[in-house]
């Protein structure tokens, strides 16, 4: 069985343009959550969609947004692109939202910002 | 305080060495526990739960305390490919997290021949 899959894996852009990162789950797998990975520190989280709805955001500004569509897979955007943008996104999924939820991350998508 | 705090690395080993690795996290509502692993520039990868009772699976022991927010994790026998960086990651349905991971900044370990 295929494992998250996220595209695209490397991307580089400029200050101020906007992004859109891809994700498609596990099958099976309702939720997808978002993290990004700053260089020499631990993920961080973005947001969680579970059946299509947010359950949950971290601490980010506006300019960070994703849906989740009929199929499970998500999108990430990012506006008006910051060189602290720069990180490696990751995408997880997982069956559901409990607790005891074991999540599973895709490869991630390495974002530079010039 | 942060919420997840790690054992500052890099631990250096040699291969058959046993090592352990401690974290301690700030809100008594987290109810779940991992570690998991994430070799260089790729996604971490879930190791092992974390349960109260402790939990062990070959080489690797995973310890909770609650009292002391305290979770550690124990590899015996460390391996080459053992090399990696470890994540202790706690997950609460409190506040900004909506139940989500919250992860330490990792520790690295390697392992020398």
């Known amino acids: 069985d295929a494992g998250v899959t996220q595209s695209p894996t490397h991307l580089i852009k400029t200050r101020g343009q906007h992004v859109t990162l891809r994700c498609s789950p596990i099958s099976g797998h309702k939720s997808v959550s978002w993290y990004q990975q700053v260089l020499g520190q631990g993920p961080q989280f973005i947001f969680q969609?579970?059946?299509?709805?947010?359950?949950g955001r971290g601490n980010f500004p506006d300019r960070f947004s994703a849906r989740q569509f009929p199929n499970y897979s998500s999108e990430l955007n990012v506006n008006a692109l910051l060189l602290g943008d720069s990180a490696l996104y990751l995408c997880?999924?997982?069956?559901?939202?409990?607790?005891?939820?074991?999540?599973?991350f895709g490869s991630g998508t390495q974002l530079s910002v010039l | 305080r942060k919420e997840v705090e790690q054992d500052p690395g890099p631990f250096n080993v040699p291969e058959g060495a046993t090592v352990a690795f401690n974290c301690t996290y700030s809100n008594s509502a987290s109810q779940s526990f991992f570690w998991y692993r994430q070799d260089c520039r790729k996604e971490p990868k879930l190791l092992m739960s974390v349960y109260s009772s402790g939990n062990e699976d070959g080489r690797f022991t995973a310890q909770l305390n609650r009292a002391s927010q305290y979770i550690s994790l124990l590899i015996r026998d460390s391996k080459l490919s053992d090399s990696a960086t470890y994540l202790c990651?706690?997950?609460?349905?409190?506040?900004?997290?909506?139940?989500?991971?919250?992860f330490g900044k990792g520790t690295k370990l390697s392992v020398k021949p």
């Open positions: 990651v706690v997950r609460g349905d409190y506040g900004g997290s909506q139940g989500n991971l919250i």
């Open positions: 997880a999924s997982s069956t559901a939202t409990g607790a005891g939820e074991k999540l599973f």
């Open positions: 969609y579970y059946e299509k709805e947010e359950r």
